[in-house]
Structure formats: C-alpha cells, structure tokens
C-alpha cells in the first residue's frame, strides 16, 4: 500500500522556521495527502491536506497561515512549511494518506507515517 516516513523535525527558537518531510514508498500514486499533530495532553489536530496534483490544499485555522503543504509527486515526497513557530506549535507531526480525495479527518486516511517531533522553545 503506502508506506511514509516523516522527517525535518527538531528543535527550533519562536518565530523560526521548518520544513517537514514525508517520503512515500509502495503505492503513492493517486493519494491524497495529510499533515496532523498532536501536542502533549492534546487530541490529534488537523494541519493541511493536499490533493494528489498538488493543486488543491487547505489548511488548518490554527496554523494562522503560518504553514503550507506542498508536494513534488517526482519524488514522492509531501512537505509542510512551518513558519513563524510559537511555542504551542510544539507537537509530533504525522504525515497520513489516503486513495481519493482530500478529507480533514484523520479516521478518513488510511496510512500514517510515525511522526517527526518539532519543539518550539521560546
């Protein structure tokens, strides 16, 4: 099917920047593609989903329009773009798909990567 494996994360000051990567492998064609977090004590939330041309997104309103998906099919590869970090973006960032459209739901993917960790020190 699809197997993903997140990576980018780290720690950073506020007000920095990161960029997130999920590598694809198995099946990728066809998906779309989701970022989630989930911070300490906290439900997992939804970031940004982007459709598999890469033509369609939306983001999250707790982002702020601070980040941004993106993704370069070539290399199987799906980015989110953090900018402009607060503390309370501190969370494990999933990367998840799905064959089909676009959902915002994390019960409406299929396959998830593990996670990476971004920490946002203030």
């Known amino acids: 099917q699809v197997q993903l494996v997140e990576s980018g994360g780290g720690l950073v000051q506020a007000g920095g920047s990161l960029r997130l990567s999920c590598a694809a492998s198995?099946?990728?064609?066809?998906?779309?593609m989701g970022w989630f977090r989930q911070a300490p004590g906290k439900e997992r939330e939804f970031v940004a989903a982007?459709?598999?041309?890469?033509?369609?997104?939306y983001h999250g309103d707790s982002v702020k329009s601070r980040f941004t998906i993106f993704r370069d099919n070539a290399k199987n590869t799906v980015y989110l773009q953090l900018n402009s970090l607060e503390s309370e973006d501190t969370a494990v960032y999933s990367c998840?798909?799905?064959?089909?459209?676009?959902?915002?739901?994390?019960?409406?993917?299929?396959?998830w990567g593990q996670g990476t960790q971004v920490f946002v020190s203030s």
């Open positions: 998840a798909a799905r064959y089909g459209g676009m959902r915002y739901g994390a019960i409406e993917y299929d396959y």
């Open positions: 198995g099946r990728p064609f066809s998906t779309s």
């Open positions: 982007v459709n598999w041309s890469g033509g369609t997104t």
